[in-house]
């Protein structure tokens, strides 16, 4: 059963990427397919208008609910998971990206202005799964650019659509921490050469230097993800 994908936003545009490269070969395969769905299409109004100002007062505009409630009410299953993204969200995650790998059917809601009313998550919350993800601790101007971000991690995850599954193991296996520097032909380059241990074929001295650079570099770059910190 391929992994269905309902995205809806103001900027379908923005989607044109998931065409290309890894995105466009899951698609192509069958493994997935993607659909993209303007939320103005669902409007009612002259003006296609999905926003109003927000009760309470406060900066900015709200994405008006009806609207939202038309698209998702046009794709949703029993079986769909409603992703939200939102700067209040539960953080994305690599296990996240899993699971979510792992689902039959995501519809991407894609806010902008300042997000969407929130009786949309209210209305929708006990009838389907229902998920507020945010992918970082930064703002950005709207959900499309994070809906990209979450798909990518999770599409790559289902199986058979990365062509070397060796490389989801070894990222399985990646010690706790980020992983160690990689290097390819030339043996040297601008006068810099190939760490010598990577081209001496001994398998276990390679396995170590490679623990010991994820270490400095976790040390240095992401502490956080050290063992008991
Ligand atoms: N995923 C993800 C994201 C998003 C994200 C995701 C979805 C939408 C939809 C609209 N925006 C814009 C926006 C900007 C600022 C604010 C803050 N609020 C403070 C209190 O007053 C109201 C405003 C909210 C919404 C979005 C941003 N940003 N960063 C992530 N990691």
Redesign the pocket.
Known sequence: MPLRIDVITIFPDYFAPLQLSLMGKAQQSGLVTIAIHDLREFTSDRHRSVDDTPYGG???MVMTPEPWGQAIDAVVTDQSTLIV?????KL?SQPVAAELAHSTHLIFA???????DQRVVEYYRPRIDVRE???????????DV?TLAMIEASVRLVPGVLGNPESLVEESHQLPGVEYPSYTKPPTWRGLDVPEVLLSGHHDQIARWRAEQSTIRTTHNRPDLLPGS
């Open positions: 406060g900066a900015g993204p939102t700067p209040a969200g994305f894609c806010g902008r202005y300042e997000g969407i993800l945010s992918i970082g601790d930064y703002v950005l101007a709207g959900g994070a």
